[in-house]
């Protein structure tokens, strides 16, 4: 297992698949379908989309607060420190696009920036879920000068809301590192479905967690706490709850493995025991190894250069980097070059 740092509660094992988190609109059928083509793989695979229904946000929410995911705490005190200069280099947009908006509690500095230069801004926070942009909703509330435009969509596939026209230059925003959870094919295909819908001189910033010592990678996705090893297993929970299975979670372990040379962490549910699951909706019966690995999600970590080839690749042309003092994350801004 060259080249691979393993957390200590792990070991080194098969490489999965890897899959793009896809916003989740999720039908029965296509967690029925998601399932059943996954877990039939001669390596087994959960896409990542299904670790995101309400217990999983929630989850996902308290990793964000854990003293080892330095992640969102980071890209918020880039963000704070920088809005200013990060305004000031975007050209003073008078729209912002939030992909992924979540609750856009990040956001609103970059808004209180603009507000500062201008009389009045349009904010598009999109999202697939409507509690997540209600919750953005309430929390620009206090930002009285903003008008507020949500759209619920997933993207790259429904993009179109960009192209009606903006009433003059845009910034359209995708923080919190998702980029990272792309397999680098799809990362590209969406930039440059975003690149597509901008006009010349449109803004892009990006954060994104850079790659580092595997000794700090490890612990913010294992962390002591187990909360990221529940929001892991919930979703065989949420199989057991949607489709009448039967795992049972204590038989399963959260497993992450640092992919040096791919620069990507690798995370997933690996069975403790041989066992057999029953996925009664499904009428399947699934068989695990002892030591057998479903595969449910990937986190990149690239180098800035990466990044910027990445952005160029799009149709970009990446303008600044700010970032922390440890150089942990870099908030990435890039622009539509001239027609
Ligand atoms: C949402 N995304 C940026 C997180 C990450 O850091 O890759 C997902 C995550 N999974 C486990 N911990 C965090």
Redesign the pocket.
Known sequence: MNGQVVSPRTRAGVTGELAP?LPTRDTFAAVAEAVRAGLLRKHKRLPPWL?YDDEGSDL?EE?TRLPQ?Y?TRTERAILTTHADSIIAAAGCPREVVELGAGSASKTSVLLAALLRRLPRVRYVPVDVSAAALSQAAAELRPLRLVDLQPVAARYPEELDFLRRPANGRRLVLFL???V??YEPPRALELLAAVRRHLAPGDAFLMGV?RRKSPAVLLP??DDDAGV?AR??KNVLARLNRELGANFNLTRFRHVVIWRDRASRLD?YLESAVSQDVVIEALDLRVHFAARERIHT?S?HKPTDAKVRRLLERAGFVPEAVWQDERRLYGVHLARVPPG
């Open positions: 988190r670790l996902f990793i995911y992640l919190g590192s998702n990272g959870n967690d913010a996705y990221t929001f892991s995370l999600e986190s």
